[in-house]
């Protein structure tokens, strides 16, 4: 059976950068961070009171206030991403077999507020009996948001979404790719959504110490591959693609941002939370994802890494960079966009595709910034282009965007530069 070649014909984004592409990918590429105060709740007594929040957005575009009502603020993330990468595909449904297209939209957490506000109502009236909201469910569960985006727009083809922590949105990639490629869909909407910058969300990280906690100076503490980096900065907001058969791009005249090659997918099968120090799920989920795609080491050129900010993940996955490349890794561009955006949790990776697709699109590297000291840990080679504090202008033909959650869960693209 040949496979069918799949491309990307829009992207959406509502991120803690802008709530657009275009601010989005601006404030990437000038090395902006978008952490600041908690405002979401009062997070005075928390250890951690900062956060990549999105900053007034307005859901009212696109939905009423009764639809809103029916919504967590995840789904609301997720509808505008969706719209924005629609809109820009410029597909015209009433034209298309809507049999044939999907929606496959994730998230790691899900409807956490709804939940917070569910549960904490039920606890002080509970002498009333169970008085919940009958909307409830419907807005906790972390596959609604693809479900209402199907809704929106009347698409039939394949629709759920993938539960795999902070790798949720990668995996949604992978499966869109391979509904395509296998002839089972022309066209999908992909991507992930999260919004978990709430007591229960930021509390329960605290509990693990996964958080930084440097509280003096939000827009400086996600500082990946620093020797003073203490943990992960939170985000939130949402990012979508539209994968679509390449024949079926063409026919319409659709214009052609990429090409997605390869997934791959992996598991640590090592600890609860904690990625594997010698990086062996992360070195075995690069090399399928580079079997997968046909390509060698020696063909990438960028490589938008998980790169969270922690003490023992960013020096493993190095560690395999280094190992999967070898001497290759030195003439890559790496870099740790989660520095600006904090970490989007299962939106990451969606996000992440979306930023290595532009970096492709204009020949620049966004910067991993933050960075002031390096790490006496060997495993972080420092002669590696990290691309430290500035983007970097360079031909980006081929790139590839790792993600790696709780579980063990690892997941990664890898898009090239379209030609016929």
């Known amino acids: 059976m040949e496979l069918k070649r799949v491309v990307v014909t829009g992207l959406g984004s509502v991120t803690p950068l802008g709530n657009n592409v275009e601010t989005t990918w601006n404030n990437a590429i000038n090395g902006v961070s978008g952490a600041g105060p908690i405002t979401h709740f009062d ?49 015209d449904f009433e034209k298309e077999n809507c049999d044939r297209i999907g929606v496959i939209v994730s998230a790691g957490i899900g409807g956490i507020k709804t939940f917070e506000e569910e549960v904490s109502y039920y606890a002080t009236h509970k002498e009333m009996g169970p008085k919940f909201n009958p909307f409830f469910i419907p807005k906790m569960i972390s596959d609604i948001a693809s479900g209402l985006i199907s809704i929106r727009h009347g698409l039939r083809g394949p629709n759920y979404g993938t539960v795999s922590a902070c790798a949720s949105s990668t995996h949604s990639a992978i499966s869109a790719f391979d509904h395509i490629r296998l002839g089972k869909a022309d066209v999908m909407v992909v991507g992930g959504a999260e919004a978990a910058i709430t007591e229960a969300g930021v509390g329960g990280f605290n509990a693990m110490t996964a958080l930084s906690t440097r509280n003096d100076s939000p827009k400086t503490a996600s500082r990946p591959f620093s020797a003073s980096r203490d943990g992960f900065v939170i985000g939130e907001g949402a990012a979508c693609l539209i994968f679509e058969e390449l024949e079926h791009a063409l026919a319409r005249g659709a214009k ?8 791959g997918m992996s598991a640590d099968a090592y600890h609860l939370t904690a990625s594997h120090p010698d990086g062996l799920g992360a070195k075995l989920v690069m090399r399928n994802a580079l079997q997968d795609a046909g390509i060698n080491p020696e063909e990438m050129d960028y490589i938008n890494v998980h790169g969270t900010s922690t003490p023992v993940g960013d020096p493993s996955e190095i560690k395999a960079i280094r190992e999967v490349f070898g001497d290759h890794a030195y003439k890559l561009n790496i870099s740790s966009t989660k520095s600006m955006t904090g970490h989007l949790l299962g939106a990451a990776g969606a996000l992440e595709t979306m930023f290595c697709v532009l970096a492709i699109q204009n020949d620049i590297v966004p910067p991993t910034i933050n960075f002031t000291e390096g790490d006496e840990d060997p495993d972080i080679d420092y002669k590696l282009n990290l691309t430290f504090n500035k983007a970097q202008k360079r031909p980006v033909n081929v790139a590839l965007s790792n993600t790696f959650g709780f579980g063990g869960h690892n997941a990664c693209v890898i898009v090239k530069k379209f030609k016929k």
């Open 43 to 91: 997070a005075s007594k928390f250890k951690t009171q900062f956060a990549c929040e999105v900053k007034e957005y307005d859901p009212s575009i696109y939905l009423d206030r009764k639809e809103m009502r029916k919504c967590d603020r995840y789904t609301l993330l997720a509808i505008g991403a969706s719209e924005e990468a629609i809109a820009d595909s410029k597909l």
């Open 256 to 263: 052609i941002y990429a090409e997605v090659i390869g997934g």
